[in-house]
């Protein structure tokens, strides 16, 4: 039997606490803070509480973290449903592969091949966004690739150790 979210090059699955250690890492890397907006480092205990709550319905928490494994089980990032609000039936997507080798090798849209049918056909949203700095064009066109279009951009919106950088906004409107 086929599970829900997994096709032949990966699975994504609900945060566990054994993750805990992974998390630690990823949301500790300066280098990615630019493109996930942090500014502080994120203690265990605060992550441990994150997992443990993790279990709330996406209804109640809005949101929802899965993480992204191979087939051979090695967890090699995470993919963020945030926003979700479903009076207005949208929702945010956020997505990283965290380590450089394992991008463009195709997880990422084998990772979107699985999300995008969940969030319209088991959550029943109307649309799906991201947002994007304009330079990380790797990013853009994944998602044009899975049919978002650029609907603003957001000028000077992001700072970053090298100035001021512009964002766009996409979305992906079911129907």
Request: charged share 25%.
């Amino acid at each position: 039997m086929k599970k829900l979210l997994s096709n032949d090059i990966i699975s994504l699955r609900a945060i566990e606490p054994e993750d805990i250690e992974l998390l630690y890492s990823w949301e500790n890397d300066p280098e990615i803070w630019e493109v996930s907006h942090t500014l502080v480092p994120f203690s265990k205990y605060i992550l441990a509480l994150y997992i443990q709550n993790a279990d709330k319905d996406i209804y109640e928490s809005k949101q929802l973290r899965l993480m992204i494994d191979t087939v051979e089980g090695k967890t090699i990032g995470a993919i963020d449903l945030f926003d979700f609000d479903p009076y207005h039936s949208r929702i945010g997507i956020g997505l990283l592969i965290y380590a450089p080798d394992k991008r463009s090798k195709g997880y990422a849209s084998a990772s979107l091949e699985l999300l995008i049918p969940y969030c319209f056909q088991k959550l029943n949203i109307h649309q799906a966004y991201v947002n994007i700095e304009t330079g990380n064009t790797i990013s853009v066109a994944l998602f044009e690739k899975f049919g978002f279009k650029t609907c603003g951009t957001k000028k000077e919106w992001l700072r970053s150790d090298t100035g001021w950088k512009d964002e766009v906004m996409m979305q992906l409107i079911n129907g």
